[in-house]
């Protein structure tokens, strides 16, 4: 079963504008989500995470939203870049001693046109 | 600072073969975990380890895939007898911290191609 799911496989979104990436989740054990950056033939690079106690974490043009009772967050840019354009994956993380695996969503495509 | 390296980034075997991969983490970092990516799939768990301890094995697919980090840095990932459902991404990714490790570092991976 899949426990994060990214719906959208590709997102094309013009420069300047606002790119949302959208996740969803089942688990309710998640207390920890994340966002990853891969461009091709690299490693997920980290993005930006956010706490299940809080319902927003922004950090320069990229802004997390976690909405619980829908077990749903979202990622927006603003203003978007052609330098953004990459594949991004939403993970989580089950809290408890010890380190946390992250479970990762099948990941969006987002292409930013000029 | 010298981020997580992998080798080989790139691998072909023929099946029924075993191959070794191998992750260099970031200096000090204790957490270290490796990942499967399949085509067009997010990364998926496989095993975790803090320092040379390896405490959770849970998400590796078979007897066949055996990870080791004897001196709690460098890490091997072992599949033996390999079969085309192995070719994939393998991901190596390390963390700082013992716990509420979840800002892993990841490296670039390795391909692996089973013929």
């Known amino acids: 079963d899949q426990q994060v799911k990214q719906n959208s496989p590709s997102l094309s979104v013009q420069e300047g504008r606002i790119s949302i990436l959208n996740c969803d989740y089942t688990?309710?054990?998640?207390?920890?989500f994340l966002w990853y950056k891969k461009y091709p033939a690299e490693g997920p690079t980290f993005l930006i995470s956010?706490?299940?106690?809080?319902d927003k974490n922004e950090d320069g043009r990229f802004t997390v939203f976690l909405n619980k009772s829908a077990k749903h967050l979202s990622l927006h840019i603003v203003p978007s870049q052609p330098g953004d354009s990459a594949v991004y994956f939403c993970a989580a993380s089950a809290g408890g001693a010890g380190a946390q695996k992250l479970v990762f969503g099948q990941g969006t495509r987002l292409t930013i046109n000029p | 600072g010298a981020g997580v390296s992998q080798s080989p980034r790139y691998k072909v075997a023929k099946r029924g073969q075993d191959v070794a991969l191998r992750c260099d983490p970031i200096s000090g970092h204790v957490s270290l975990f490796w990942y499967q990516q399949a085509l067009g799939q997010g990364p998926e768990f496989l095993t975790y380890f803090q320092n040379e301890a390896q405490l959770d094995k849970s998400g590796l697919p078979s007897d066949r895939f055996f990870a080791e980090r004897p001196e709690g840095s460098v890490s091997t990932l072992k599949i033996q007898r390999t079969q085309q459902e192995d070719s994939a991404v393998y991901l190596c990714?390390?963390?700082?911290?013992?716990?509420?490790?979840?800002?892993?570092?990841f490296g670039p991976g390795t391909r692996l191609t089973v013929t």
């Open positions: 956010i706490s299940s106690i809080k």
């Open positions: 990714a390390s963390s700082l911290r013992e716990t509420n490790s979840y800002e892993q570092y």
């Open positions: 688990n309710s054990m998640f207390d920890y």
